[in-house]
């Protein structure tokens, strides 16, 4: 079955996902502080890495949920529903999820 703006969404309030989201988050920071000061725009993207993702992990998490669950990589991925954890679940995987927010990253940095 299709994914939709309200399984999406009800994916976007889990907390487990949020969880998933805070992992990648952090990944994905590291990945970027770790990245040669040659790549385009690395300083403002380490800096959104240190200053805002990092010591905010939750929160970024949190807030970027209803727009990341409408993104390629989650989209694109079956979001079904548990009954029994009364709790959307996405088949995305976490490499998926990584690999959204790296693709997003300069957007969510101010970059472009």
């Known amino acids: 079955m299709a994914n939709t703006s309200y399984t999406q ?3 976007a309030t889990e907390p487990s996902f949020h969880a998933r989201v805070r992992a990648a988050l952090a ?3 590291f990945q970027v502080i770790a990245e040669s ?3 385009p725009d690395h300083e403002q993207r380490e800096t959104f890495a240190r200053v805002t993702v990092l010591p905010n992990l939750a929160t970024t998490a949190v807030q970027i949920s209803p727009w990341l669950v409408e993104r390629t990589n989650l989209i694109g991925a079956d979001t079904t529903f548990d009954f029994a ?3 959307a679940v996405t088949a995305a995987t976490d490499a998926a999820i990584e690999s959204q927010l790296a693709t997003d990253w300069d957007i969510m940095a101010g970059v472009q």
Do not use: G, Y
């Open 9 to 11: 969404q009800k994916l």
């Open 27 to 29: 990944v994905v920071a």
């Open 37 to 39: 000061p040659a790549t």
């Open 85 to 87: 954890a009364d709790a």
